[in-house]
């Protein structure tokens, strides 16, 4: 049972903004893809599996754990991808996370530096969306979801004041939202446009609510 899992990936990471993160949460599980290992190594975090093509990731750290010299990830597990590939190393760890029915996967170092990187496991997030894993992308400003259904946001939980809905699919409908600063009402939001962006729970209310039938939209939970 992999539970709570944590997944390093090997993007731009603020240390400190994620040793505070990590400080009072757990995790059964920790893998890291690639270089995600230098930051799980500077952390001290116990790792259980190191996946990836191993073409970034320091190579005196990567020794260290494959000698079982680090403690507390004596017993870690390796699987090794080719250079060559069609897929990032991201998308092979999140598709064979996918196989182990993990409760939950948080993301970090999945965002900074290059674009196309961060477009793309935006994207690879529709793997755990539909096997019904919840699945986020976190750094120090942004909590990154991806929705399908209903949903329902409680003010004690959100990552940030601003609540962005930005569609991945073409068009999303019919969408209502109820208890923002700014409400819809079956509303279809399409590519192509900037609605959806920077909206707020309304004064007062202690949750809010998106609902919609049809569509996947991107929810970005930010703060300055």
Not at 16 to 43: E, M, N, P, Q
Not at 87 to 110: F, H, N, Q, S, Y
Not at 192 to 209: K, P, R, T, Y
């Amino acid at each position: 049972m992999f539970g709570k899992t944590l997944l390093f990936c090997g993007g731009q990471m603020d240390l400190k903004f994620t040793a505070d993160y990590l400080a009072d949460r757990h995790f059964d599980t920790i893998v890291c893809a690639d270089s995600g290992l230098d930051a799980a190594d500077a952390l001290k975090l116990p790792v259980h599996y190191i996946m990836g093509d191993f073409d970034s990731v320091s190579g005196e750290i990567l020794k260290s754990y494959q000698e079982r010299q680090v403690t507390g990830s004596e017993e870690v597990q390796f699987v090794q991808y080719p250079t060559a590939k069609d897929a990032t190393d991201t998308e092979m760890v999140i598709e064979w996370l996918v196989t182990k029915r993990p409760e939950e996967i948080t993301i970090l170092g999945a965002t900074g530096g290059r674009l196309d990187h961060l477009l793309a496991n935006i994207h690879v997030l529709m793997k755990p969306l539909a096997a019904k894993i919840p699945a986020w992308i976190v750094d120090r400003n942004n909590r990154v979801r991806l929705v399908d259904r209903t949903v329902e946001l409680h003010r004690e939980d959100l990552f940030g004041t601003y609540l962005s809905l930005i569609p991945l699919t073409e068009t999303v409908y019919p969408v209502t939202l109820q208890g923002f600063v700014y409400p819809l009402q079956e509303h279809t939001l399409t590519i192509g446009n900037s609605l959806g962006v920077s909206n707020e729970m309304a004064e007062g209310v202690d949750s809010a609510q998106v609902s919609f039938r049809e569509g996947i939209l991107i929810l970005i939970e930010s703060r300055d």
